[in-house]
Nanobody, 114 residues
Framework: QVQLVESGGGLVQAGGSLRLSCVAS????????MGWYRQAPGKQRELVAT??????NYAAFVKGRFTISRDNAKNTVSLQMDSLKPEDTAVYYC?????????WGQGTQVTVSS
């Protein structure tokens, strides 16, 4: 069983930065895709960014502002968020895909004030 724990959310003013981190228990390999998703109130969960063996993918609305990274030795994936906007307000979830199963963390709230 894999468990994911996110941290680093909080309240920040527009234009500010936050760094989210996610630690995974269990055996994670560099070939296992890890990612960040978000869900705003009344909206569906949406992809923010993914990373697999150094290859990254970003949603159009975060390109140039967010950076995803991972440390395979520590089983962590991070999301550096810069130039935050009020519309980035959401619960952010990390996930990892192992053997066709996707595991999710409990989420961390990010609130950006205008």
């Amino acid at each position: 069983q894999v468990q994911l724990v996110e941290s680093g959310g909080g309240l920040v003013q527009a234009g500010g930065s936050l760094r989210l981190s996610c630690v995974a228990s269990g055996r994670i390999f560099s070939g296992n895709a890890m990612g960040w998703y978000r869900q705003a109130p009344g909206k569906q969960r949406e992809l923010v960014a993914t990373i697999t063996e150094g290859s990254t993918n970003y949603a159009a609305f975060v390109k140039g502002r967010f950076t995803i990274s991972r440390d395979n030795a520590k089983n962590t994936v991070s999301l550096q968020m810069d130039s935050l906007k009020p519309e980035d307000t959401a619960v952010y979830y990390c996930n990892v895909r192992i053997d066709f199963i996707t595991y999710w963390g409990q989420g961390t709230q990010v609130t950006v004030s205008s």
